[in-house]
């Protein structure tokens, strides 16, 4: 069964350091989401990624983070100047069709800072 | 914008009990409803989904009802198995084919 897949699992990094947490969507999808889960609460949108540019965005998305999909295959997520309050699980998500068929999840990036 | 309260936020059944979890949703928009279960170190995975022209879907031992008037949805699962125990998600877009919002979550435990 296809699957996205992220890396890395784990990242540790210090406050103020830039990092870059990378997914690859199911390849004929066409919609792509970066989620977080900060430790045993619920799963928070951040942003929604079509057609090359970005469709949507919480709040939380602030000028810290950007999306990219640099080639046909990856979607990262930057975060340029991490806070402490950023350490999260990361998940990455893709559909071929927004809703209609529901939403892959990758097993997450585990984010902390220190 | 949409807003999803899931309750209760933790259930202990016992194995073969049936198990059920409610969300309630705020946006009558709102036209999609899946249910995701998220295992430990895991992403949350897809179960089972229900859209807004039909009442009621089943999958094994598991099922989704929908009321659009009372704006809830709830799942059920028969027959439960200590593999169900997990985290259990609702979510409803915000609207339309707009990004979905999750519920708080649901620690479903089965017990042996």
Known sequence: ?114 | GENVEQHPSTLSVQEGDSAVIKCTYSDSASNYFPWYKQELGKGPQLIIDIRSNVGEKKDQRIAVTLNKTAKHFSLHITETQPEDSAVYFCAAPRSGNTPLVFGKGTRLSVIA
């Open chain 1, 1 to 114: 069964e296809p699957e996205v897949t992220q890396t890395p699992s784990h990242q540790v990094t210090q406050m103020g350091q830039e990092v870059i947490l990378r997914c690859v969507p199911i390849s004929n999808h066409l919609y792509f989401y970066w989620y977080r889960q900060i430790l045993g609460q619920k799963v928070e949108f951040l942003v929604s990624f079509y057609n090359n540019e970005i469709s949507e965005k919480s709040e939380i998305f602030d000028d810290q983070f950007s999306v990219e999909r640099p080639d046909g295959s990856n979607f990262t997520l930057k975060i340029r100047s991490t806070k402490l309050e950023d350490s999260a699980m990361y998940f990455c998500a893709s559909s071929y069709t927004g809703n209609y068929y529901g939403y892959t999840f990758g097993s997450g990036t585990r984010l902390t800072v220190v």
